[in-house]
């Protein structure tokens, strides 16, 4: 939804006058975890409830730091707790505005990414949003990069998206990514 195309296209245009190969950094957010409300939010996923709370329940802090950033205190699936993150319009009120027909589109939407989280598994909760970013987001950025720079005769060379880079960078340890304050969040690697 962000239509960066019309500015990289121009920025191109401009530096054909003089180049012919420009460096990216497409990338360098999905290998080095750049995306810190996805990313740092594997932290918030790890220490949430996977059910609402019982009704009466007293409220504590973290479940109102949860009501403010989720709108609930509870994560009951690493793709629930994706969309809660990357949607504007949550799936309920999806389903509300749309036309049935239309809304139940959201059931295959979901089963794609329970098949993605799926195949993950083993991985820390930080692996796996900083995988599915990589795959989902990397993919639409590049294709952008790559078209939009080719239109105006300029060669784009994306160097954080090396696959020496990023096998290394994610075989580090979650620690070494990302400085998460519990000790316990900080598990095996994924693979």
Not at 37 to 63: K, M, N, Q
Request: proline letters at 5%.
């Amino acid at each position: 939804s962000t239509p960066n195309e019309v500015p990289i296209y121009h920025l191109a245009h401009a530096l054909r006058s003089d180049y012919t190969v420009a460096l990216s950094g497409e990338g360098a957010d999905e290998v080095f975890g750049g995306y810190v409300t996805p990313f740092f939010s594997a932290y918030d996923y790890d220490r949430a409830r996977r059910a609402p709370l019982p009704f009466g329940s007293t409220v504590g802090d973290f479940d109102q730091a949860m009501l403010r950033l989720y709108g609930q205190t509870h994560l009951g699936s690493h793709v629930e707790h994706h969309f809660l993150l990357s949607s504007w319009v949550s799936p309920a009120m999806i389903r509300m505005l749309l036309a049935p027909s239309i809304a139940g589109g959201l059931a295959e939407l979901f089963a794609f990414y329970e098949t993605m989280f799926a195949g993950f598994e083993g991985c820390t909760t930080l692996d796996k949003h900083m995988h599915l970013h990589a795959r989902i987001n990397l993919e639409g950025l590049l294709s952008r990069v790559d078209s939009s720079t080719m239109a105006a005769s300029v060669e784009t060379r994306v160097p954080f998206t090396d696959h020496r880079m990023a096998e290394f960078v994610y075989g580090l340890p979650d620690e070494y990514r990302m400085a998460l304050r519990n000790p316990s969040a900080r598990r095996r690697r994924c693979g």
